[in-house]
DNA sequence: GTGGTCTAGACCACA
DNA sequence: GTGGTCTAGACCACC
């Protein structure tokens, strides 16, 4: 995978790291028990101070996405067993309004919006099943 | 308008208040022309430094949503000319796929998700026509 | 507050510092909007690294028990809204059993560890009321 | 007697491996003067490095638990004299603590706690009288 | 070889 | 003044 990071964004580089690793996970593109690369190549490669990729990695083992394997390496975990209906509904509000306004602010259609949302949700991996 | 601020949240109280306008103009709560109180008035009532008001506006004059008429106050901009529809897909993609990443990793199914957007987005104020 | 290190332990100081912190939120020592000190003066009295006292404060933020202020300084967090009994038994049995496990290698009794506890757990603050 | 390994949780091997025998040793799973499996074996069963066996093995032998008759393997050791109550008390104390102040951050109360660590209690393998 | 911890010191955003 | 981010480089435990 392929990793690309905007420096003059003000977003912190580790976050963007994060980011961009959750959401290969999320789409299927890093696979559960697959390696990471070691945080030195990964250092080297992305040209970034090696203690800035460990905290990028350690967020995410914090949130569960990734496990270590001492003396082995990095690993992405098993997905985590689902929350429930309610507690899914509280954690997206935020984000989900962090778009809506972003959207009104663009002058975008509601339909528009949902034609969008639609359209993108397609090339993200899904749970089959969703438990209440 | 009220404006409430969460210092717990870590985020800036100027931003805090800069997102509240922000959204109050959007869902048309606060009219074009109309005037916001001063920055003198507003650091009073909202106990808050007025340095941290004065920047919540140079922020928005700067993003064009409000402009200032020396001596007389700040008021709200005219409504700006609607980006292109290309222009509105760039700049959703990114807190769209935020969207998308954290509602996969929780667990959430795509009729949810559809669903819950299309329940909030009944709260907000939209465009009644879209330019493309 | 007091806080103190043992270096030689094994445990990185970020922990013990974490844990002290933590005690003393848990047995009211530290109250609810107390301002601890600063990053800076703390590292000066306990001799250490910045960086470490800052991982500290960072650790006990993303657990919930503290807040930051942007350019004001770390306060102590209000008392999370109380866990689920379930979720609360499943919390708690890695450290019980750690417990148990070195009660028994120490050729303690069941009838003195329950004693031990019950006196120690007269020194902490508990909740009035716990939610099923 | 069964071991069983999660790679995924952080905690070395070997001391995952290890605290499963003194675990053994303590609930008397493992008798004084048994005969534990070589490493060679050990090593095969569970698909792990034999610098891993041997690290658990060691550490238990530095720690009185077990003892090596070279060219005929590894042994459980006699139990070892018990501590003073007082040094009990010392050596619990840590653990204890960070069960308590766990407690009280998950909102569960004291009698909930207690009910819960005698419960738990029951199912390990007590020391029948405690000298003093 | 792997990641984790700690130190030292620079720079920036916030109030 | 406050904390947050990043770099540089040392040392340790694990496999």
Redesign the pocket.
Known sequence: MQYSIR?AT???????LRDQIAAGIARGKLRPNER????????QTM?????????A??EL?REGLLY???????FVAEAPAPASKKVRRERLQKSLDALLVEAVQLGCSSDELMELVAERAKQFEWAESTAG
């Open positions: 420096p003000g977003v912190p580089i580790y976050q963007q990471l690369p070691s945080v030195r190549d990964l250092s040209v970034v101070n090696p203690n800035t990729i460990a905290r990695y350690t083992e270590t394997r001492p003396g082995l390496g990095v």
